[in-house]
């Protein structure tokens, strides 16, 4: 069974950074894209950054110059820095990782949140 646990969120000040992390447990076969989600308080769930198994990132519009997905293979663990962070980045993030394996595998964790106060 696949495990993603995030840790890494916390209280913050504007313009400072935090590395969330997300270490998968078990075997995820054929992982073709990882993606950092947030959700803030009353609003709907929003892609910020996605990484292809061959390495191509795309980043949202509020996350472009800030943000920054990797993938550390030998941990089996996926991040995401976050630097100059804004009041607006304030939100629960999730990781997600598909793969595929005869039909779409799709894996969630649990959210950590991260509170950045002005």
């Known amino acids: 069974q696949v495990q993603l646990v995030e840790s890494g969120g916390g209280l913050v000040q504007a313009g400072g950074s935090l590395r969330l992390s997300c270490a998968a447990f078990g075997t995820i076969f054929n992982i073709h894209v990882m993606n950092w989600y947030r959700q803030a308080p009353g609003k709907q769930r929003e892609l910020v950054a996605t990484?292809?198994?061959?390495?191509?990132?795309i980043y949202a519009d509020s996350a472009k110059g800030r943000f920054t997905i990797s993938r550390d293979y030998a941990r089996n663990t996926v991040y995401l820095q976050m630097n100059s962070l804004k009041p607006e980045d304030t939100a629960v993030y999730y990781c997600?990782?598909?793969?595929?394996?005869?039909?779409?595998?799709?894996?969630w964790g649990k959210g950590t949140l991260v509170t950045v106060s002005s």
């Open positions: 997600n990782i598909k793969g595929f394996l005869i039909n779409e595998l799709d894996y």
């Open positions: 990484m292809s198994s061959s390495g191509t990132t």
